[in-house]
């Protein structure tokens, strides 16, 4: 079964550099949530979106920002990178099945140097 | 915060069972409970969910308290591809709108399955 897809899996920046991530939810799958989880952490919910418009949001900071597009695929748009972005960027997805289970990324590792 | 409790930690014999608690003391009446694992470094992975009563799939059971304050996840005969840190979450589910569907993950308990 197709799953949600990452890119890129790894991604080095310098300080102050800016980064996109992209995701690809489930096909079907209306809604997709972005979670951070840096080293030895738990994951944490950045944001999330529904049919193309922000639903929730969580501890994202202001230099990020994201969007959903019309074929339902995500992007995190990073920009003054700093050292403590350094983390796994996952995505997950779930569809209008009402009891929210969602299926995750195998995820982004950006490293900020 | 997350509004579950679970030991840090717990230990099993390959092909015994593993019983994994969670506490959710202030769980509201539309609130499900949802377990998920994550293997080393890898994206967490759903399991199961439930309401009030008990639930099984192919991976796992999900035993839930009838005033629904604690659950147990059982997985039945653990093998060493279990072993991950698994995460009781408490959440509303109901994703038409997106809205609150995102996940609060806690500390979870981390399972190692022993030959």
């Known amino acids: 079964a197709a799953g949600v897809i990452q890119s890129p899996r790894h991604l080095i920046k310098e300080k102050r550099e800016t980064a996109t991530l992209k995701c690809y939810p489930i096909?079907?799958?209306?809604?997709v949530y972005w979670y951070q989880q840096g080293p030895g952490q738990d994951p944490q919910f950045l944001i999330s979106?529904?049919?193309?418009?922000?639903?929730d949001k969580g501890s994202i900071p202001d230099r990020f920002s994201a969007q959903q597009f019309s074929d339902y695929h995500s992007e995190l748009n990073m920009s003054s990178l700093e050292l403590g972005d350094s983390a796994l960027y996952f995505c997950?997805?779930?569809?209008?099945?009402?009891?929210?289970?969602?299926?995750f990324g195998p995820g982004t590792r950006l490293t900020v140097t | 915060d997350a509004k579950t409790t679970q030991p840090p930690s717990m230990d099993c014999a390959e092909g015994r069972a593993a019983n994994l608690p969670c506490n959710h003391s202030?769980?509201?009446?539309?609130?499900?409970v949802y377990w998920y694992r994550q293997i080393h470094s890898q994206g967490p992975q759903y399991i199961i969910h439930?309401?009030?009563n008990n639930e099984t799939n192919e991976m796992a059971s999900l035993i839930i308290t009838e005033d629904r304050k604690s659950s147990t996840l059982i997985l039945p005969h653990a093998t060493l591809r279990d072993t991950a840190v698994y995460y009781c979450?408490?959440?509303?589910?109901?994703?038409?709108?997106?809205?609150?569907?995102?996940?609060?993950f806690g500390k979870g308990t981390k399972l190692s399955v022993k030959p």
């Open positions: 096909p079907r799958h209306d809604t």
């Open positions: 979450i408490v959440n509303k589910g109901g994703n038409y709108g997106g809205s609150q569907g995102n996940l609060i």
């Open positions: 997950a997805s779930s569809g209008r099945d009402g009891v929210n289970e969602q299926y």
């Open positions: 202030t769980i509201s009446g539309n609130e499900y």
């Open positions: 439930g309401l009030k």
């Open positions: 979106f529904y049919e193309k418009m922000q639903s």
